[in-house]
């Protein structure tokens, strides 16, 4: 066992060294031997009993990489560096933007806002992943071929006043949908779109409150208000959908729930949504006028048209 021992000391001490030589060439600007480096260090250092100096080398390797643009062997290394770490480490958002930039480099934009979002919700403040964010969803807003929400020009002290005015109105709306209070909920979320109304989450949240109250073409209005502002807005287009699924038009709802996978390919929500107006598309299709009027007139009394007669 002590020779053992000696060996693993023995062993960490020349990863520890091959580390430190990769760091001072990283410094020098020579990355690829840098890369080397940190590779003789992975191999030499213990399997177990290390695992935040392997992310460590894993982090620092990616750092090279990245340098030198490439971006596969950065993704590998941030994955086995995130595989080692908490959530709670600097180093796991660290590696978590870095994969995601990376991400970005190979116009693999989904999976790099994956990545930045995840980073925002770990750390909100991570101002380099709220820009890689806006980055990857107007790349995806031009491959869709839609429109982008127009340029924020600077705002005087009333319009930032008004926003904050805004904001407090819809966290009050918030609190009253929570209660249940949905006419309460309306009325709030109304004042906030009356202090800003180029907020397009100020009208889906109203759009949601007026779908509680089962006014779903109300809900439909506010929902493409929301999409107009900002056509990549994922919640508008699943709300616009819903409410137009209880409206009975199930067609439009399958477009709606389409519009939004085609940003958002990998959305659950959207998917699920799609699959049951689709299975209700077909139910549709197999029944008798006779038969999709009197089920419109029994899912109407609940709120929840379904089937809709085509003229």
Not at 6 to 21: D, G, I, P, V, Y
Not at 33 to 48: F, G, Q
Not at 65 to 77: K, L, T
Not at 176 to 192: P, S, V, W
């Amino acid at each position: 066992p002590s020779s053992l021992l000696l060996c693993t000391m023995t062993s960490f001490r020349k990863a520890e060294t091959q580390k430190a030589r990769g760091n001072t060439l990283y410094k020098e600007g020579m990355f690829e031997a840098a890369v080397e480096a940190y590779t003789e260090a992975l191999t030499a250092c213990p399997e177990t009993g290390h695992d935040d100096f392997r992310a460590s080398l894993h982090s620092n390797r990616s750092a090279c990489n990245y340098q030198v643009r490439n971006y596969e062997q950065v993704i590998a290394d941030c994955g086995e560096a995130l595989s080692l770490v908490s959530q709670t480490s600097t180093l796991f958002i660290k590696c978590l933007m870095r994969r995601g930039m990376a991400y970005e480099g190979l116009s693999k934009n989904r999976k790099a806002i994956d990545d930045f979002r995840q980073c925002l919700q770990l750390d909100p403040s991570a101002e380099q992943a709220s820009k890689g964010l806006i980055r990857c969803q107007q790349a995806l807003r031009t491959e869709a071929g839609l429109k982008s929400p127009p340029p924020t020009k600077k705002e005087g002290p009333s319009k930032v006043a008004n926003k904050q005015k805004a904001e407090g109105f819809k966290q009050m709306g918030n609190d009253f949908f929570r209660a249940r209070d949905l006419d309460k909920a309306i009325e709030f979320y109304t004042k906030a779109i009356e202090c800003d109304e180029a907020n397009e989450v100020y009208f889906n949240n109203r759009a949601t409150a007026y779908a509680s109250m089962r006014q779903f073409q109300k809900a439909v209005d506010d929902a493409d208000r929301a999409i107009r502002l900002n056509s990549a807005y994922i919640k508008a287009h699943y709300r616009k959908g819903t409410a137009l699924l209880a409206l009975g038009k199930v067609d439009e709802a399958v477009r709606a729930f389409q519009v939004g996978l085609k940003i958002e390919p990998n959305n659950g929500d959207l998917k699920a949504a799609l699959d049951g107006a689709m299975s209700r598309s077909k139910q549709f299709s197999t029944r008798s006028p006779a038969a999709c009027h009197l089920l419109n007139t029994q899912q109407a009394n609940k709120g929840h048209t379904i089937f809709l007669l085509k003229k």
